[in-house]
């Protein structure tokens, strides 16, 4: 028979013992995991020059070769960040392919480091067999046919997807309608722009909670200042915009002027007439036309005018014969 100091010992072990489990089992539930797959992202990584994108046509199938690497850029006059790119640009190549045609998308990932992965918005596809990692050091290849016709954005995929674009994996593909646009012929002139925000280097925290320390259009907040859009008096201008985001919002005006077309997704069927101002969510896009009637500078901005202050705005500078005069740009 056991005593009672047995009896006793018996309990405190058993109580103990419990205790422990309890212990195990909750740290265990409430275990953070948000930086486990960007753990080696704290230090700046060796920067890779870039790499050109391959791209190729043979009938209506298009061969894409693209990069994943490491490439310092420049944000801000002087203000270098180590970049996640595809192909050592913020953002990756413009690509463009027509309505019915079949992407063979190619990934080299030259990341030393982490896997990287493309998703492409503008595809019908299975993310789990189509939008996978690729490793460090690997490549993959990918098929998809092009079945609706816009502007869409394509990121990297992997997780946490956040950290990825964050860093600079982002960039707009074009889907050209196969019959075009209704107002083909009335456009004289074309640009593309994609709006992004560029937060502390490497910090999950600031792309998690943090405000924007940039927010630009084509990267950084000085190329489309410095080098005016152009066009001359009487021309219709149609930009291809989207914002890559990944956080805010994009209030698009063209200060001047009204926008005559608006194709939501840059869907020709999706059209609206007489637009002062398209809100573009994060992963938006949109076909915009208007006419110039002036010669002048015109800003081009979001309507969140702290974004402006913190680098989006270009300019569309528009003179007698299109050419660029070389005077300094207005500011907003």
Not at 5 to 10: E, G, I, P, Q, S
Not at 22 to 33: A, E, G, L, Y
Not at 48 to 55: F, K, L, T
Not at 150 to 166: E, N, Q, R, S
Request: charge should be negative; include cysteine; glycine fraction near 8%.
């Amino acid at each position: 028979m056991f005593s009672l100091l047995n009896v006793y010992k018996w309990s405190l072990v058993f109580a103990i013992f419990t205790a422990t489990l309890s212990h195990c089992s909750s740290t265990d539930t409430v275990k953070p995991v948000h930086h486990d797959e960007v753990s080696s992202s704290s230090s700046s990584a060796i920067s890779q020059p870039p790499v050109d994108p391959i791209i190729r046509r043979e009938g209506t199938t298009v061969y894409i070769e693209m990069t994943a690497q490491v490439t310092d850029v420049e944000i801000s006059k002087g203000v270098i960040y180590n970049a996640w790119t595809f192909n050592g640009t913020v953002p990756g190549p413009v690509l463009r392919v027509t309505e019915g045609d079949t992407m063979v998308f190619t990934l080299k990932n030259k990341d030393s480091s982490l896997p990287h992965s493309m998703d492409f918005h503008a595809v019908h596809a299975a993310p789990s067999s189509k939008f996978i990692d690729v490793m460090p050091g690997k490549e993959g290849t990918f098929t998809y046919p092009t079945s609706s016709p816009g502007v869409f954005m394509y990121h990297c995929g992997t997780k946490p997807v956040l950290a990825h674009i964050a860093n600079g994996m982002y960039g707009m593909i074009i889907v050209d309608p196969k019959a075009g646009y209704p107002s083909d012929h009335l456009v004289d002139r074309e640009y593309t722009l994609v709006q992004s925000e560029w937060y502390k280097e490497h910090d999950y925290e600031a792309f998690l909670n943090g405000e924007p320390d940039y927010v630009v259009f084509n990267g950084n907040d000085y190329g489309l200042i410095k080098h005016p859009l152009l066009a001359k008096v009487g021309d219709t201008v149609r930009i291809y915009v989207s914002n890559a985001g990944p956080n805010e919002v994009s209030s698009f005006h063209v200060v001047g002027t009204i926008m005559d077309r608006v194709y939501t997704d840059g869907n020709p069927r999706n059209i609206q007439y007489g637009i002062q101002t398209v809100m573009l969510p994060a992963s938006g896009g949109a076909v915009v036309e208007f006419t110039v009637t002036e010669e002048g500078d015109y800003a081009i901005v979001t309507h969140q005018f702290n974004h402006v202050a913190k680098g989006a705005a270009a300019v569309l500078r528009v003179t007698k014969d299109g050419t660029d005069h070389g005077g300094p740009a207005m500011s907003h």
